[in-house]
Each structure stands twice: as C-alpha cells, then as structure tokens.
C-alpha cells in the first residue's frame, strides 16, 4: 500500500470517530436539559401553587412584565358594541426556583409547552365577551425558562371584547376601544403587573380595517379597589377613527339626488296632476326606506346622531315639497273659481254699462271719465318693494298665484338646503377636531 493511500484511509477513520464523537455529545447534551428539567421541576422540588418571591428574592409582591403583538382586528362591530382581535401575548416575570447551570453558555433557554409545571400569573381580561386558543397544529403556547431564573411565557389567542361607543358624530366619529387585563385573585401585596420597557405593544404593518383606520394606541395603568382588596390592571387604548368616504357615497350624496329629484317637481307644469303626485311619493318612499336602512345597521340608542339630522332634514324638504304640490294645486283651484267668479262680475258690469249707456249722452260720459281720471291722479303713490317689482314681472293672466308658488319654491328650496349643509358640515367637523 503507497504512503498516499494510506494518508487516506487515516483521514477517513478519523472522520467517522469525529462524527461520531459530536452525535455522542448532542446526545448528552440533550440528556442533560432533561437533567436539568429534573433537578428544577422534579416531583418534590418545585411547587407551581406557590408564588416566586418579589424582586432581588423579597418578600414583596411578584412582578410581571406584559407586552403584547397585535395580529390582526377582525371587525368592529357598531350594533353590539365590540370588537375582535386576534394577538400574540407575552408574559416575562422571574423565579428564583428555576434558576440552573448553563453549561457554559451553551444552555441558553429551557422550552416548555405545559403551561401547569410551572407558576402563572392569574391574568385574565376583564372586558371580554369571546376567546379561544388556537390548537392547530399544535398548542400555540410555549415557556421558556432562562438560566437565571427568568421565565417568559407566550401564547396566540383570539378575543371579542367589548367596545362601548358615543355614536352622537356617527359617521364622523372617533372610537376608543380598550383592552383591559387584570389579575382575578392576586392582589397587589402578591402580584403586580407592569407594562413592558420600550415597546409593550406592538401592531402589524399591513393593518387593514374595511371601515376604520387605527390612527393610534395607548397604554395605562387601571387598578381596581373592590372589596376583598386592589388588584393590578393594565389596559391599552385603540383609537379607531371611521373612514367616512363609504358614507358619503353611500348615504350623503344618495340623499342629496333624492332631494334635488324632488324639486323637478317645481318645473313641472301645474295641471300635469299624476307626474307630480307621483314624483313626489316616490321620493319620499325612497328616503324613507333609505333612512330605515341607516338605522337597521346602528344600535337604538337615546340621543341624535349626526346621521339622524341629515336624514331628518332631507325627508322634510322631499316630504316639504310634496307638500308644495298640494298647495300649488289648491291655489291653481282658488285662482280659477275667483277667475269665474270676476268673469261673472264682468259681464253684470258690462251689462249695466250697456244700459246705463242708452240713458245718458255722450257730455255725461265725457264728464265721468273726466272724474274717474282726476280720482286715480289724486291717489298716493306706494313706496316700491323689492319683491313685489319682482313678483310684478309676472302678469296675473301670465302666471298666476299658483305659478308664483312654483316659481318661489325653485329659488327657496335650493337656498335653505345649502344654508342646511352649510351649517351641517360645521358644526360636525369642528367639533369633532374639538373632540380630538
């Protein structure tokens, strides 16, 4: 055998005895952070019905920092006042009795996916409706013990809390939905909770909500004294502001053709009975069914809403100017019994004048209408009003009391909605920029 060949075949055997020695000492590796489990959490050596000690290993009360991540929120429902939100939650507190050797840094944690071998806090969350774990495919929960002692413990759930809202600006609303987490029988000589240094929570980036925007959050403190003690609260505030571009094509422009389709009405001739009536009911069924929609997706509530006035005013102008109609067309009626009735009165005065005519000669009648011409002279003049020069541009036999009815309404309608939405808009935007 050449000495090459031979190099060789040294080389390969200490390979396999390398290989084989590392498998060796993964095995004892593994093998001692069972033995390290069993020294720490062995039967008789550790009791997780006992709290750990507080800080530096006093007597005090326990202390757990708490941060939380949130994954996502589901929707945010206005009828039932609540929301949903699925998150990551975070608990980090120290226990002296986990502590254990390391082995020269190369045991960095411990992992654990039985939340009962060690001590928990008794953390729940006081404003829930719904949650669950989530278990596919495994639990998603695990512990991790650190060689200090240090216990961190994580787990991805799913809640439905509730979110009480002030809907008086609804749609232009802002909405604080909280999320509130106490402890049920620790009191604060035992266990305080402490919000996470730095970050204690975090939002994913691609957030989407299909009707509000998180514009921020806060995080507080919220301690409760009842009567068996005080007890650690944390709670975090979610500032939802509602996008209000779906509700101004969804309700505040529909409701704005539906008035201004009232008011062609205006334009329609008098005597067209049938094209008004009908113009006009079917406007105001329209609004109405639209402002009963509105409210079958909002919960009874005893104040106004913002949307409550808009739809308000809008069904009183379609309602106004069906309305109108009525009293175009008894004036329309009016003005043609009083044109029989002066018709009637013509013709009796005609008929005197004839007879009265054959009785006296052509002087008397010169001297009559001399008289008559001095008396007219002889009246005051009137002072001139703006509106009745206007009104005058209309001739009675042209345009009757009727007409002038039409013709007021194409010019005030249009005002006072604008006048309406002058107003609407802000009182509605500056106080919700005061609301802020």
């Known amino acids: 055998m050449g000495t090459g060949n031979f190099f060789w075949v040294i080389f390969y055997f200490a390979s396999l005895c390398s290989a084989s020695l590392a498998n060796n000492a993964k095995i004892n590796f593994r093998e001692k952070e069972k033995k390290v489990l069993d020294q720490i959490l062995g039967a008789g050596k550790y009791d997780a019905r006992i709290r750990p000690s507080g800080i530096n290993g006093t007597d005090g009360a326990a202390v757990v920092s708490v941060n939380i991540f949130v994954r ?6 206005d009828v039932t006042m609540e929301y949903s939100v699925q998150l990551t939650f975070r608990e980090q507190w120290t226990d002296e009795r986990l502590k254990f050797d390391d082995i020269q840094g190369r045991l960095k944690y ?63 609303d802002r ?22 240094e730095g970050d204690p929570v975090q939002v994913v980036k691609n957030l989407h909500l299909p ?29 939802f502001k509602r996008e209000f571009s779906y509700y101004l094509i969804q309700i505040y422009i529909p409701c704005c053709m539906l008035v201004i389709v009232s008011w062609v009405s205006f334009w329609l001739d008098q005597g067209a009975v049938p094209a008004r009536v009908s113009l006009g009911v079917t406007t105001l069924l329209t ?10 997706s909002l919960p009874p509530v005893s104040y106004t809403k913002a949307i409550d006035v808009w739809t308000g005013v809008c069904l009183t102008f379609v309602f106004g100017a069906l309305l109108e109609f009525a009293l175009v067309n008894y004036a329309s009626r009016s003005d043609m019994h009083k044109e ?21 000669d052509t002087d008397s009648n010169a001297t009559f209408a001399m008289l008559r011409q001095c008396e007219v002279h002889m009246q005051a ?11 005058s541009k209309f001739p009675t036999r042209q345009c009757s009391r009727s007409k002038r009815i039409d013709v007021i309404s194409r010019i005030t309608f249009p005002l006072v909605f604008a006048l309406f939405n002058l107003v609407y808009w802000s009182t509605y935007l500056f106080r919700e920029e005061e609301d802020e």
């Open 381 to 391: 003049p009137k002072r001139p009003n703006c509106c009745k020069t206007w009104l």
């Open 110 to 172: 411990l992992t654990l996916t039985e939340a009962n071998r060690v001590w928990m806090p008794d953390l729940f969350f006081s404003n829930e409706k719904e949650g669950h774990f989530h278990n596919i495919i495994m639990p998603n929960v695990y512990i991790r013990i650190f060689p200090n002692g240090s216990v961190l413990y994580s787990i991805r759930i799913s809640l439905t809390l509730a979110c009480p809202m002030n809907l008086k600006l609804y749609p232009l």
């Open 211 to 239: 009707r509000f925007t998180l514009e921020k959050f806060l995080t507080d403190y919220c301690n409760s004294k009842t009567n068996t003690g005080e007890y650690s609260c944390l709670k975090v505030d979610l500032l």
């Open 72 to 77: 996502s929120i589901s929707k945010i429902d």
């Open 340 to 360: 029989n009735m002066k018709k009637k009165r013509r013709d009796l005065e005609q008929a005197s004048i004839d007879a009265a005519s054959d009785l006296l």
């Open 287 to 296: 609004m109405a069914t639209q402002t009963s929609g509105i409210n079958a």
């Open 175 to 196: 909405q604080i939905c909280s999320l509130r987490m106490a402890s049920y029988g620790w009191t604060t000589n035992d266990l305080v909770f402490l919000w996470k």
